[in-house]
């Protein structure tokens, strides 16, 4: 069984007990979350979806760690201008693992 799930602006396809890094959330590590905008469920071939989400769903996770991700370099350039500029960036990540996935 799985479900297709928007947590931060984004859409993830969980399962039970699979982990996820998703966008900071504001709980404490080692709260409970539950996810109510559930898309689509499918359960052993029995396919639910929603418009815009299904009714009654919703996925439970509890919050693991706080992070941070690996840097990204943004560099950008102007050919023969002299015009140079390097910017690094992490990004805030919470990773989640899912409890259950309620249809």
Known sequence: MYAIVEIAGQQFKVEKERKVYVHRLPQEEGADVTFEKVLLV???GVISIGA???????????????LKGDKVIVF???RRKGYKKKNGHRQYLTQIQITEVLA
């Open 52 to 66: 815009p989400v299904v009714e009654g769903a919703k996925v439970t996770a509890t919050v693991l760690k706080h």
């Open 42 to 44: 499918d359960n052993e």
């Open 76 to 78: 950008k350039k102007k």
